[in-house]
């Protein structure tokens, strides 16, 4: 919708004025007015209004077309090989919470004396210090498996909130040809933007916009300040009977995949199904391979068998039924519960990680418990987890001198305090982010109107 919205404001161009349009329509045979796709931004009723409104607010979508990079394709692959050579700490260092990369004084000596044999665009230090930073990041920022999947030669992106393959979408600014020469992939043509728009600045365009979601209790101030949307909540159909477990932190991803296979064997002994949620593709197949070793019988979805999702999900209830899955899981269905299994206490669902918002985890908790259904949640996390780097680093070592009992899980006090400290930091680090990038937006629409163009 939003890219039609996007190829409706190219059509018009810069003469969009109501007169001249219906002008046109009198004594032109093809009129503009009648090759649009739109009929206007009216009324608009959004599904998992959060997960639109406000996880997808951050990244702007690009209406772009292929342009010629016959030039450039050889850059690419000199970049990811120059990138390669560079020293992690002495030439660069990580942001993870920023996605970044940043070189030091010493990385930009060494890319001066690694580009200087090719010449060319590597002769300009800016140019040069950017190809670099996008080639570092590729390397070292983006990992098959869980920020893209590579399928028939091709790299596809992951989309990081639902698990599901966005085959159609690509990186911009060379960053999607990096990764393609870093995966041996054939370079495709970098995309030429032509017009641009943010989830928040065109759902701001509507007349009346209204959603429905079960998790926007938290970013309802947002809600309100971005669209002046105001939450109001609506009780269950049923009486809720979901059951939350006690959180388990563990110091290190090893303890952490020993405590799930164990959890997993009992419930399985005991008759119920199983629905484990993890971040990454990657994740889910090193899961399956463990579960495999241990013997238990599984069925695994992710992005690779995305065309299986609703086979999957209808059987994720019958008894005894292991079912390892990335965020897709079937959201926003019932996973029905076959006969017996209500006695036995109902689905549980097994979160592997804890996401950069409590919603996103709340969705997962969500899979078990439906419609007055019994059902139970827990969480089994470690410190080695991404939403840790950062900030329990370097106390990593402390810790386990505290507590050296190998195996066990940290004393609830302090896990939960780890856990809720690293998740609100993320949660207000992304929240900065779409401030800044609605910022951004309504100052790109105050240059725009002074010169009379349109994005």
């Known amino acids: 919708m939003v890219f039609d919205y996007l190829k409706d404001r190219l059509m018009l161009g810069r003469d969009e ?16 007015t009648s090759r649009l796709l739109l009929r206007g931004l009216c009324f608009v009723i959004v599904d998992e209004a959060d997960s639109v409104l406000v996880d997808e607010a951050r990244t702007p979508l690009i209406i772009s077309n292929i342009g010629d990079s016959s030039q450039e394709q050889q850059v690419y692959a000199e970049a990811v090989a120059m990138a390669r050579q560079m020293d992690t700490g002495a030439d660069f260092s990580i942001r993870p919470r920023e996605h970044d990369v940043e070189l030091t004084e010493n990385g930009r000596r060494h890319a001066t004396e690694l580009a200087e044999p090719y010449g060319g665009v590597w002769m300009g230090p800016r140019r040069r210090e950017e190809l670099m930073r996008r080639a570092l990041s590729a390397l070292y920022l983006y990992q098959r498996d869980k920020q893209y999947i590579v399928r028939g030669g091709k790299v596809q992106i992951v989309d990081e909130y639902t698990g599901r393959v966005m085959a159609d979408r690509s990186w911009e600014r060379g960053l999607h040809q990096m990764i393609e020469a870093k995966e ?5 043509g970098q995309q030429e933007t032509l017009a641009r728009i943010s989830y928040q600045r065109f759902f701001r365009r509507y007349l009346r916009v209204a959603g429905m979601t079960g998790t926007a209790r938290e970013v309802a101030r947002e809600l309100w300040a971005v669209y002046r949307l105001p939450v109001v909540t609506i009780p269950t159909n049923r009486p809720v009977q979901r059951r939350q477990l006690p959180e388990q932190v563990y110091l290190t ?3 952490k995949w020993t405590a799930i296979v164990d959890a997993v064997r009992r ?10 949620g993890t971040s990454s593709v990657s994740a889910s197949e090193h899961l399956s391979e463990l579960l495999t070793a241990d013997g238990l019988r599984h069925q695994v979805l992710n992005a690779r068998q995305d065309q299986e999702e609703a086979e999957v999900i209808a059987k994720a209830g019958e008894h005894g039924r292991i079912t390892v899955a990335t965020n897709m899981a079937g959201r926003g269905t019932d996973i029905r519960l076959a006969p017996g299994v209500v006695e036995l206490g109902g689905l549980h669902v097994l979160a592997t990680e804890r996401h950069d918002a409590r919603r996103i985890d709340r969705q997962l908790f969500g899979r078990c418990g439906r419609q007055g259904d019994p059902g139970s949640f827990q969480v089994v996390v470690s410190l080695e987890d991404e939403i840790f780097h950062g900030f329990f680093k370097k106390h990593g070592l402390r810790l386990r001198r505290l507590f050296p009992h190998s195996g066990r899980p940290l004393p609830h006090w302090l896990g939960g305090r ?6 609100r930091s993320a949660e207000r680090h992304h929240a900065r982010i779409r401030r800044e990038l609605l910022r951004a937006d309504d100052q790109l629409s105050d240059l725009l109107a ?4 349109s994005e």
């Open 267 to 276: 419930l399985h002994a005991e008759g119920r199904p199983v629905l484990v």
């Open 253 to 255: 991803a090893a303890e």
């Open 17 to 32: 004025r109501h007169v001249h349009l219906q002008l046109e329509r009198l004594h032109a045979e093809h009129a503009r």
């Open 450 to 453: 002074f010169t009379g163009r």
């Open 418 to 423: 780890l856990v809720n400290f690293a998740q």
């Open 184 to 188: 041996g992939c054939a370079i495709t």
